[in-house]
């Protein structure tokens, strides 16, 4: 009888292990931790196809219009190309969990993240820091010295964050090593610091340079007030694009330094709950960017109202380098 049950046994193992000589060495298992969709998942996949839709019409509007190409609106265009692929990343990412799982889909589709939002950010700053040149540099402001500075600048940012999307796929991630796992699989702990670390000093720059365009704006219309005698009105004004400044700003900060400190501080046994909370507004920082840049600029606005209704002339605006309206 104890023959029969080694020979039973035996008979077990030689079959699991022509199981697993079956399956194909490129799928991989899913993970038991992903079982259950949650609504934070849905979340993310709906913010996904909503920011693919806003900033597809952004970018289409600016590069097919000849009277955008202004720095300003390579900028604005780059900051739109950018939430486009977080969308498209985060669509991906939702299929290599909930559809087709498998690590390369895993680590393109959060490679493709890191990289749009990398890139993201890097345009935030780059538009800051040309609205701050434009009041400092008034006269050569959008001359051929300056739109070649934008474009080496934008791909310069471009590489670079193409660098840091592309370190989980060339190894550098936890897919293997539990431990050294971030809140944000399969990047590891030091990765998610690098970034968050970036985001914190791009934070900075961006309130060095809002705080210096608030002083050159009170400045100037101070000026302009005392030559046209019209304080109060111009007061007005002021305070309205200060206003405008602080909003922009606030809505940068609320969306990305939750997940930031949170990136900084946990690490993968942290809840996945806190995770997700922290990231939904990242996703909502993508879907409010071109509400904040593009829709409101005038210049955009008059091409899509050409775009949709043919009556309106196509003549050519003078100040389309102007970026106050931005």
Same mark, same amino acid.
């Given at each position: 009888?104890?023959?029969?049950?080694?020979?039973?046994?035996?008979?077990?193992?030689?079959?699991?292990?022509?199981?697993?000589?079956?399956?194909?060495?490129?799928?991989?298992?899913?993970?038991?931790?992903?079982?259950?969709?949650?609504?934070?998942?849905?979340?993310?996949?709906?913010?996904?196809?909503?920011?693919?839709?806003?900033?597809?019409?952004?970018?289409?509007?600016?590069?097919?219009?000849?009277?955008?190409?202004?720095? $300003?609106?390579?900028?604005?265009?780059?900051?739109?190309?950018?939430?486009?692929?977080?969308?498209?990343?985060?669509? *991906?990412?939702?299929?290599?969990?909930?559809?087709?799982?498998?690590?390369? *889909?895993?680590?393109?589709?959060?490679?493709?993240?890191?990289?749009?939002?990398?890139?993201?950010?890097?345009?935030?700053?780059?538009?800051?820091?040309?609205?701050?040149?434009?009041?400092? %540099?008034?006269?050569?402001?959008?001359?051929?010295?300056?739109?070649?500075?934008?474009?080496?600048? *934008?791909?310069?940012?471009?590489?670079?964050?193409?660098?840091?999307?592309?370190?989980?796929? $060339?190894?550098?991630?936890?897919?293997?090593?539990?431990?050294?796992?971030?809140?944000?699989?399969?990047?590891?702990?030091?990765?998610?610091?690098?970034?968050?670390?970036? #985001?914190?000093?791009?934070?900075?720059? $961006?309130?060095?340079?809002?705080?210096?365009?608030?002083?050159?704006?009170?400045?100037?219309?101070?000026?302009?007030?005392?030559?046209?005698?019209?304080?109060? =009105?111009? %007061?007005?004004?002021? %305070? %309205?694009?200060?206003?405008?400044?602080?909003?922009?700003?606030?809505?940068?900060?609320?969306?990305?330094?939750? #997940?930031?400190?949170?990136?900084?501080?946990?690490?993968?046994? =942290?809840?996945? *709950?806190?995770?997700?909370?922290?990231?939904?507004?990242?996703?909502?920082? =993508?879907?409010?960017?071109?509400?904040?840049?593009?829709?409101?600029?005038?210049?955009?606005?008059?091409?899509?109202?050409?775009?949709?209704?043919?009556?309106?002339?196509?003549?050519?605006?003078?100040?389309?380098?102007?970026?106050?309206?931005?």
């Amino acid at each position: 009888m104890a023959l029969n049950n080694s020979e039973v046994g035996l008979e077990v193992i030689l079959a699991m292990n022509q199981l697993l000589e079956l399956t194909p060495s490129h799928v991989t298992p899913k993970p038991l931790e992903a079982t259950v969709m949650t609504p934070w998942d849905v979340a993310l996949c709906v913010s996904g196809a909503l920011i693919c839709c806003e900033n597809a019409i952004v970018v289409a509007t600016i590069f097919s219009s000849p009277s955008l190409r202004a720095p $300003m609106f390579l900028l604005i265009g780059s900051l739109a190309w950018a939430d486009f692929l977080a969308g498209v990343g985060l669509l *991906l990412h939702f299929l290599s969990r909930w559809c087709v799982y498998s690590e390369a *889909l895993e680590l393109g589709s959060v490679g493709l993240l890191v990289s749009a939002l990398s890139a993201s950010v890097f345009s935030l700053l780059g538009i800051t820091l040309d609205r701050f040149l434009s009041l400092h %540099r008034a006269l050569t402001y959008g001359s051929c010295r300056t739109h070649t500075q934008t474009r080496c600048a *934008l791909a310069i940012g471009w590489t670079l964050a193409g660098l840091q999307g592309a370190l989980p796929a $060339m190894g550098w991630n936890c897919l293997h090593d539990g431990e050294s796992c971030s809140v944000l699989r399969p990047l590891t702990r030091v990765h998610l610091a690098t970034l968050c670390g970036g #985001f914190l000093l791009t934070l900075a720059l $961006m309130l060095q340079l809002n705080a210096r365009i608030c002083r050159v704006v009170l400045r100037h219309s101070h000026q302009i007030a005392l030559q046209r005698h019209t304080l109060p =009105s111009a %007061r007005t004004h002021t %305070r %309205r694009r200060v206003h405008t400044l602080t909003l922009i700003l606030a809505t940068f900060t609320s969306c990305w330094m939750p #997940f930031a400190l949170y990136g900084l501080l946990a690490d993968g046994s =942290s809840p996945a *709950l806190y995770t997700y909370a922290t990231l939904v507004p990242v996703t909502g920082n =993508s879907l409010l960017n071109p509400l904040i840049y593009a829709y409101r600029n005038t210049h955009i606005q008059r091409v899509l109202r050409q775009a949709c209704c043919c009556c309106l002339p196509n003549t050519p605006n003078k100040n389309t380098h102007t970026p106050s309206d931005v």
